[in-house]
């Protein structure tokens, strides 16, 4: 992405329109962030650069084509931002980027860009407004956008299906969720490539933590070990700490503290790294009691 190019254009386009930079800014971001755009120091995100076009009188996605070799799409810088919300659990955050969105018609007139955000709208109504039937309607409703049994499954779709099976392990209906994983086990096996390696790895850790609350601790195990072989081939970094611990935690629930102590171990080295303080906090109070079995592992 050329910043420069970037800035250039806004500053262009602003006079054209007779903005100030205050007033470019207002509603938006700071002045001062305005200035620094300008100037090409540093590049808006994604809604920033929408609500910017939005007063310059121009589709978002003119800035993507001169700014970029090869163009790059609005909508998945979109998607990289509410993937990391998600991940960091930033949901208030989340779905103020879903608003906004929804007002944007590069979502609005196709439907399977809106797919997206229904699918985080899904996640926002269990995970803060705890309403599980609310929230199962929208991933459904969002599902059922492009579903198709005569077609692959796509990534999203898996992802939806996923957000769905990850919803039923927390309100401990077990056989729910293990059948939408298994739907999107299944569906992996057709797929010769994944664009978001992440969707096997979560997968497996979250089959292996039902796994384990249905006491088949060595299934559970197995399925650690593929998703950190899968880990390791893709290099990938994330999944290797939780799934660590959850061998760790097989270990642990039927006395084996030594193996339980060195997968802790490993977790632990893994959390250090990505610098998750949350996790490493656990882990370390884990380590040091070194008994126990009580205590589970933060969402």
Not at 77 to 88: G, H, M
Not at 250 to 262: C, F, P, R, T
Request: glycine letters at 6%; charged letters at 30%.
């Amino acid at each position: 992405m050329d910043y420069a190019v970037i800035g250039k254009k806004i500053k262009e386009l602003r006079k054209v329109v007779g903005l100030t930079q205050g007033e470019l800014a207002e509603g938006v971001c700071t002045q001062a962030l305005v200035s620094r755009i300008e100037k090409g120091d540093i590049y808006p995100s994604a809604t920033a650069l929408f609500q910017i076009s939005v007063k310059l009188g121009v589709d978002v996605n003119y800035f993507f084509e001169i700014g970029t070799t090869p163009r790059l799409d609005y909508v998945q810088e979109v998607e990289k931002q509410l993937r990391t919300l998600r991940i960091n659990r930033k949901f208030e955050d989340m779905m103020d980027l879903v608003k906004i969105e929804e007002k944007n018609p590069l979502f609005y007139k196709d439907m399977e860009k809106m797919q997206l955000l229904y699918w985080h709208k899904g996640i926002y109504a269990y995970e803060v407004e705890k309403n599980e039937e609310k929230s199962f309607s929208i991933l459904d409703r969002a599902y059922c956008i492009t579903a198709n049994q005569k077609k692959a499954m796509t990534e999203r779709e898996m992802q939806i299906l996923s957000s769905r099976g990850t919803i039923h392990t927390a309100l401990h209906q077990h056989d729910e969720a293990l059948h939408y994983f298994y739907l999107v086990e299944t569906a992996l096996k057709a797929t010769e490539q994944l664009h978001d390696k992440s969707i096997k790895t979560r997968l497996f850790y979250n089959k292996s933590r039902i796994l384990t609350r249905l006491g088949s601790y060595e299934e559970s195990t197995s399925y650690c070990r593929r998703a950190i072989n899968w880990c390791i081939e893709e290099e990938q970094l994330w999944g290797l700490g939780e799934l660590n611990y959850q061998i760790g935690y097989n270990h642990e629930l039927v006395d084996e503290m030594e193996q339980a102590l060195s997968y802790f171990n490993r977790a632990l080295h893994m959390f250090e790294l990505v610098k998750d303080e949350r996790y490493v906090a656990f882990i370390r109070e884990k380590i040091e009691k070194g008994t126990g079995g009580q205590v589970r592992c933060p969402k």
